[in-house]
């Protein structure tokens, strides 16, 4: 039986660059494409109320081999960017979902 797989992606943003990394994420349509894959179940996107420099990331898949395609494609690629520019610590949790 595959697992479902959810992603708790914590991202410590450059100070003072929150809005523009975000404006840039939504620009390149990265949201709108993750959820439109084949096996995502959610692709949303969190701004904790109790830090300016914070952006939380949560991620639902069917399948670990559906999150695996995920990273090969190119609004991932293109994420990939804008975090080298906007972002100084990435904390990914991993669930296992039955």
């Known amino acids: 039986m595959n697992e479902q797989i959810l992603l708790e992606v914590h991202y410590t943003i ?10 840039k994420v939504y620009e390149a349509g990265i949201a709108d494409a993750s959820r439109k894959e084949t096996g995502n179940l959610k692709y949303d996107y969190y701004l904790p109320l109790d ?21 090969t494609l190119p609004h991932f690629q293109k994420l990939g960017e804008l975090k080298a520019l906007y972002v100084e610590n990435t904390d990914i949790t991993t669930y296992h979902l039955k």
């Open 51 to 71: 830090s300016d420099d914070e952006v939380c990331l949560i991620e639902v898949w069917e399948n670990p081999q559906a999150q695996l395609e995920h990273k």
């Open 14 to 23: 450059k100070h003072g660059k929150r809005d523009e990394f975000c404006q």
